[in-house]
Structures are given as C-alpha cells and as structure tokens.
C-alpha cells in the first residue's frame, strides 16, 4: 500500500509564507508526477502546481510568481513553496502522487489527507 503524509499547513498573515511537504511511503516502485491541490469551502477541487517525474513544473495562473513547486525523489517527497500569500489562498491543500506500487503494473493517484492553511488579512 502507498499513503500520503502532508505537513506544513497553518495560519499566517497576508504576505507571509509557508512551506507545505509531503512524504509517500510504502511499497513504492516508482513516482510519476506528483503535485498540489486545494480544496476552499463549497468549492471543487482545484490544481494549484504539479511537477513531472523529470523535474518541470506547472502552475495555476493564481499562484504563478508566488509558489516554487518541488521534489526530492530520494525521499519520496513533494515540497510547496508559497509567498506572498493572500486570504484567498485559504484551503485545504492536498498532496497528490502518482505512483507505482510493488503490487500493480500500473501507476495509480493518491492523495493525502489534506493540511489547512488559512491566511488572515
């Protein structure tokens, strides 16, 4: 099995920043992409940053200039750098990986449970 831990999540004000991290551990062959969504209250889920297992990133228009999105494949981790961040910023933010496990053939998504970052203004 594969999960997703997410961390970094928390309160800050306008302007200030975080920085979000997430593991996958388990039975893990291998990662394909990997990347950030968020989730606001009443809203559908929406990409926020993804990055390819060669390293090249893509960014939603909202965050781009403002979130640095990377990875450390020796760890299994995925890593969201965010500045200059606003109140309409605040999510849940979830970790997604796509990932080959030792058991399938094929590469399956997996999320995490989701980490909050509110942004007060």
């Known amino acids: 099995q594969v999960q997703l831990v997410e961390s970094g999540g928390g309160l800050v004000q306008a302007g200030g920043s975080l920085r979000l991290s997430c593991a996958a551990s388990?039975?893990?062959?291998?990662?394909?992409?990997m990347g950030w969504y968020r989730q606001a209250p009443g809203k559908q889920r929406e990409l926020v940053a993804t990055?390819?297992?060669?390293?090249?990133?893509n960014y939603a228009d909202s965050v781009k200039g403002r979130f640095t999105i990377s990875r450390d494949d020796a760890k299994n981790s995925v890593y969201l750098e965010m500045n200059s961040l606003k109140p309409e910023d605040t999510s849940v933010y979830f970790c997604?990986?796509?990932?080959?496990?030792?058991?399938?053939?094929?590469?399956?998504?997996?999320w995490g449970q989701g980490t909050q970052v509110t942004v007060s203004s």
């Open positions: 990055i390819t297992s060669g390293g090249s990133p």
């Open positions: 997604n990986a796509n990932v080959r496990s030792y058991y399938s053939g094929t590469y399956a998504d997996y």
């Open positions: 388990g039975s893990i062959f291998g990662i394909n992409h």
